[in-house]
């Protein structure tokens, strides 16, 4: 493997300082950005975090503003990208760092790596990108540019395969590490992708790379077989009254800990035991408008949900009652729910 990785660098470098996007999060290297693009670029495509991440600075243009920020403010900045436990780590990290560092960003490795939500990868990105530390930021875009490279058959999702990887490029790291570190999530991101042939004849590593060379790039990355998920029935309910609409806070731990939901209820209801449920609920139906089904996939779960949008005769209590506004401006509601959310909004 060290072999073929000694020869990246000198072959990466050119490339990427010809070729590299033009990125927001690439105009400087200041800890805050770089931290903060790379926790928006986790399981999101990069289109859409440019918008979330311009925002999300002017609303909150340092860590000291990011800790202090309020919770519902937070995730409303968040909305639509998923994963909230990583916009909650966010914030107790920049806790972390106005008591502990004084609002400095940490520069050791060791530090970063102990900040809430910030993993081995992440912590080299940062180490390198910022501080110039020759520390490796392994992915899934780095782990299968590596494999094809090596014609490695080892599946990428064995932690022992990620150490490994991690050790023989930080073997090989230049000088400019914060350069490198991006050249290759570039090439990963860009030539040598998840979703489609492998662009060899583009990329700079075409001379030496086991996969260009002896055209098999599209039989790697070998992976373990995925764990079946498992599927969770819901009947979402869209309660209306007098211009308002019906929302609980979901609790504090949990998938989707803290943020707006739709009440709902396990399981697929038809309309008579919709109704039941509804009037057990504290609530009077008037009248069903419609019913939706939809889906959302987790990573470990999948929800299969009836939405069923119905007018209630009073705005009772155990629910926060809130205008089609106040829901857009101010309640973060996870894509789950949203989705039904932006159906009615077409109604």
Same mark, same amino acid.
Request: hydrophobic share 40%; glycine share 6%.
């Given at each position: 493997?060290?072999?073929?990785?000694? =020869?990246?660098?000198?072959?990466?470098?050119?490339?990427?300082?010809?070729?590299?996007?033009?990125?927001?999060?690439?105009?400087?290297?200041?800890?805050?950005? !770089?931290?903060?693009?790379?926790?928006?670029?986790?399981?999101?495509?990069?289109?859409?975090?440019?918008?979330?991440?311009?925002?999300?600075?002017?609303?909150?243009?340092?860590?000291?503003? @990011?800790?202090?920020?309020?919770?519902?403010?937070?995730?409303? @900045?968040?909305?639509?990208?998923?994963?909230?436990?990583?916009?909650?780590?966010?914030?107790?990290?920049?806790?972390?760092?106005?008591?502990?560092? $004084?609002?400095?960003?940490?520069?050791?490795?060791?530090?970063?790596?102990?900040?809430? $939500?910030?993993?081995?990868?992440?912590?080299?990105?940062?180490?390198?990108?910022?501080?110039?530390?020759?520390?490796?930021? !392994?992915?899934?875009?780095?782990?299968?540019?590596?494999?094809?490279?090596?014609?490695?058959?080892?599946?990428?999702?064995?932690?022992?395969?990620?150490?490994?990887?991690?050790?023989?490029?930080?073997?090989?790291?230049?000088?400019?590490?914060?350069?490198?570190? =991006?050249?290759?999530?570039?090439?990963?991101?860009?030539?040598?992708?998840?979703?489609?042939?492998?662009?060899?004849?583009?990329?700079?590593?075409?001379? &030496?790379?086991?996969?260009?060379?002896?055209?098999?790039?599209?039989?790697?990355?070998?992976?373990?077989?995925?764990? #079946?998920?498992?599927?969770?029935?819901?009947?979402?309910?869209? @309660?209306?009254?007098?211009?308002?609409?019906?929302? =609980?806070?979901?609790?504090?731990?949990?998938?989707?800990?803290? @943020?707006?939901? &739709?009440?709902?209820?396990?399981?697929?209801?038809?309309?008579?035991?919709?109704?039941?449920?509804?009037?057990?609920?504290?609530?009077?139906?008037?009248?069903?408008?419609? =019913?939706?089904?939809?889906?959302?996939? &987790?990573?470990?779960?999948?929800?299969?949900?009836?939405?069923?949008?119905?007018?209630?005769?009073?705005?009772?209590? $155990?629910?926060?009652?809130?205008?089609?506004?106040?829901?857009?401006?101010?309640?973060?509601?996870?894509?789950?729910?949203?989705? &039904?959310?932006? #159906?009615?909004?077409?109604?």
């Amino acid at each position: 493997m060290n072999q073929v990785l000694q =020869q990246l660098p000198a072959a990466l470098l050119p490339w990427y300082r010809e070729h590299r996007r033009a990125l927001p999060w690439r105009q400087d290297n200041a800890p805050y950005h !770089v931290w903060l693009s790379e926790i928006m670029l986790q399981q999101t495509r990069v289109e859409a975090v440019k918008d979330y991440y311009a925002r999300f600075l002017r609303t909150l243009p340092t860590i000291e503003a @990011l800790a202090t920020c309020d919770d519902d403010t937070l995730h409303k @900045l968040w909305e639509g990208l998923g994963y909230y436990s990583r916009v909650r780590n966010l914030k107790k990290a920049a806790i972390q760092i106005m008591e502990l560092h $004084g609002g400095v960003f940490p520069s050791q490795y060791q530090q970063i790596r102990d900040l809430p $939500g910030i993993g081995d990868y992440t912590a080299g990105a940062i180490s390198s990108i910022c501080f110039g530390q020759k520390r490796a930021a !392994v992915d899934g875009n780095v782990l299968r540019v590596v494999s094809r490279l090596t014609e490695d058959a080892t599946p990428i999702d064995l932690p022992a395969q990620k150490k490994a990887v991690t050790a023989a490029l930080e073997a090989v790291y230049p000088m400019d590490a914060g350069d490198f570190t =991006q050249a290759l999530m570039e090439l990963g991101a860009t030539l040598c992708g998840p979703n489609w042939a492998p662009k060899c004849e583009e990329c700079p590593c075409r001379g &030496f790379c086991g996969g260009a060379l002896h055209a098999t790039a599209q039989c790697y990355p070998v992976k373990l077989p995925k764990r #079946e998920k498992r599927t969770e029935e819901k009947t979402v309910f869209i @309660l209306s009254c007098d211009g308002r609409y019906a929302l =609980q806070k979901r609790p504090a731990s949990g998938l989707l800990a803290g @943020l707006w939901q &739709f009440p709902n209820v396990p399981g697929k209801l038809e309309t008579a035991d919709a109704l039941d449920a509804v009037r057990h609920m504290g609530l009077r139906p008037r009248e069903i408008i419609k =019913q939706l089904e939809r889906k959302q996939i &987790f990573t470990h779960i999948i929800w299969q949900m009836r939405g069923i949008y119905l007018e209630v005769a009073e705005q009772a209590e $155990g629910f926060t009652w809130l205008t089609a506004g106040q829901i857009n401006d101010t309640a973060a509601l996870p894509t789950a729910f949203r989705q &039904f959310w932006e #159906e009615d909004r077409h109604v």
